[in-house]
């Protein structure tokens, strides 16, 4: 089987040369066909870097060093600009993770889905416009044709996400990467836009890579997961296993930290520096076993 | 699944009305105030009572019509060469109004180009360009334009080049600004994104937010052309004597101030009015097409 990506030892930088921050020190992963995997892990662990360094999105003042991202057995990285660029949003999509400024103030909503139609499928006006039509129809948005017409600042949030959503799969791409979705919605529609996501994912068949540090979404839909902590990965197989026997004491002290409501809120207590130094000594003993076992 | 609420549709004419609601008066007095004097421009050959350089040295220096010894065929009275004051400052709008409209397009479509490449770009490019504009705002507009009367001879052409190539500066800076601004928004990432190259980003996706900015900017610098014009024909650097600008009248009106005064206050108002009238049209445009205030 195939992966649709494979990031290989990738390492990125970020800030001035000489005072750069490691944010990606050897990261790997890969994403099969049509599966979902979580990627998952606490905020400035590197989870969005990694997904922006796949789509060629990383901050200006960020470099990768080394490593390798492979989509569909080519390496983006070495790829010249115009071809990677053909690939985005036609074949590789993104999900943004704030509905709410995802969307350009100034353009209707059919305008900006039928510039992407345009530009990837050489669709006409009228063909886009119909196209649109469909595809919000497909994300379960009524009055699509009026929805169309419509600007971002007068369709709520969670209807927002929907056209974004849409716009992710117009292209059948076969890989999706959601970054974090459902952080800025509120929990009644987070629901609604995971089923839609699921959905569409199924009918559409793309892999996705979803990002987030909800460990309760990862449970719900991403049947494998990636742990990753201070830019590696510290843990990687299928959710079950990951979520129940958790290998690792980091992604103990992660699923510790998950509120839930069956336990009393004092189990909810902050991991201290000096327990994340011990986490991090153990997890540099792991890595290096990691690395001496199949070698 | 159940359909999020949408906010009441805003059709096109509403939305019109509104922005002029929130423009308040400084819009209504701005349109009135340059629309009068646009339409005197533009119909000056038709409403003008008088040639403009017909001389009638028997009524020299009359007082306007309503004051003692005035007639009634020189509604505003007669200069010292008996040409009638109302016919010159009809036509003298036509000179200030081309000369504002041209000079300030121009100065905009050069200005909004350098500022969004810099902004666009950043890096080296962006230096060069910041730097550019540095050096050339330090340069009095009024010392150049007599520089470069002195080498293209003086004339409409010369005012407008020397408008243009100070006045340049003003839109770069603001555009490159906003642009580094928009591009930071998630909107101009989710268009990378979808694939779109630099260029249709800063087409599609940048340049229509900057538009309420550019039109604010474009009454204002409107304003001020027309006060370096009048300044630059006050010096007499402008165009040929005979024909009638607000600046000349000023000069011809000077000399004979305790004789005359109306020949020098009737272009002085002129003056003060239109350049009232496009920064109040500036100022209310701002009010109106904020997109901040929009939302």
């Known amino acids: 089987m195939t992966a649709v990506l494979a990031v290989q030892d990738l390492h990125v930088a970020i800030g001035p040369r000489g005072k750069a921050a490691n944010v990606l020190r050897g990261a790997s992963l890969e994403v099969q066909a049509g599966e979902v995997r979580g990627l998952v892990g606490e905020s400035g662990a590197g989870k969005s870097m990694l997904g922006r360094a796949v789509l060629g999105l990383l901050p200006a003042n960020a470099v990768v060093q080394s490593g390798t991202i492979q989509f569909e057995g080519r390496d983006l990285l070495a790829m010249p600009e115009p071809e990677r660029r053909s690939l985005l949003g036609r074949r590789i999509a993104l999900i943004p993770q ?63 996400q929907r056209v974004l959503i849409a716009m992710a799969f117009a292209c059948d791409p076969s890989l999706v990467i959601a970054d974090e979705p459902t952080t800025a919605l509120d ?60 290998r690792h004491p980091y992604t103990r002290a992660l699923l510790a930290a998950t509120p839930r409501a069956d336990r009393p809120a004092e189990a909810l207590r902050p991991v201290p520096p000096a327990l994340i130094e011990s986490l991090w000594s153990e997890a540099h003993r792991l890595d290096r076993l990691a690395v001496a076992g199949p070698a | 699944m159940v359909d999020l609420a949408v906010s009441g549709p805003i059709a096109r004419p509403s939305q019109w009305r509104a922005g002029f609601a929130r423009g308040g008066p400084r819009l209504w007095i701005g349109v009135g105030l340059v629309g009068f004097f646009v339409l005197i421009a533009l119909l ?98 009024v010392l150049l334009s007599i520089v470069l009367a002195a080498v293209i001879g003086a004339g409409l052409t010369s005012v407008i080049a020397a408008i243009v190539v100070v006045d340049w500066t003003r839109f770069a800076r603001v555009v490159r600004a906003e642009t580094m601004v928009q591009l930071q928004r998630d909107y101009a990432s989710a268009a990378r994104a979808l694939g779109l190259s630099r260029g249709q980003i800063l087409r599609l996706e940048i340049l229509p937010n900057l538009v309420p900015l550019i039109v604010t900017l474009f009454a204002v610098e409107m304003g001020i052309a027309i006060l370096v014009e009048v300044i630059l024909s006050f010096v007499g650097i402008s165009v040929a004597g005979d024909v009638a600008t607000w600046g000349g009248m000023i000069v011809e009106g000077r000399q004979v101030i305790y004789q005359a005064p109306w020949i020098m206050a009737f272009p002085i108002g002129c003056v003060i009015l239109s350049v009232i009238g496009f920064n109040l049209l500036g100022d209310g445009l701002r009010a109106a097409l904020d997109p901040v205030q929009r939302r």
């Open chain 1, 187 to 246: 929990v009644t529609v987070q629901r609604q836009v995971l089923q839609l996501v699921e959905r569409l994912r199924q009918r559409h068949g793309a892999a996705i890579l979803f990002v987030t540090h909800d460990l309760g979404v990862v449970a719900k839909i991403c049947r494998t997961m990636t742990v990753l902590h201070a830019g590696r990965v510290l843990e990687d197989g299928e959710t079950a296993d990951v979520l129940v026997k958790p």
């Open chain 2, 44 to 141: 000056a050959p038709l409403l003008a009572p008088h040639d403009p350089i017909e001389q009638d040295l028997l009524s020299a220096q009359l007082p306007p019509a309503w004051m003692q010894g005035g007639e009634v065929t020189f509604p505003l009275g007669t200069d010292s060469l008996g040409r009638c004051v109302l016919s010159r400052l009809m036509y003298a709008a036509r000179t200030a109004i081309a000369v504002a409209l041209i000079a300030a397009s121009l100065a905009a479509i050069i200005g909004i180009a350098f500022g969004l490449i810099a902004g666009m770009f950043g890096g080296w490019i962006d230096q060069v360009v910041s730097r550019l504009i540095d050096v050339w705002m330090a340069f009095p507009p």
């Open chain 1, 98 to 160: 704030d509905p709410m400024t995802s969307l350009n103030p100034v353009k209707r909503v059919g305008a900006q889905i039928s510039i992407m139609l345009r530009h990837h499928l050489a669709l006409s006006k009228r063909e886009a416009l119909e196209r649109a039509t469909e595809l919000l129809t497909e994300v379960a948005i009524r009055e699509p044709r009026r929805v169309l017409d419509l600007y971002p600042h007068e369709i709520s949030g969670g209807m927002r």
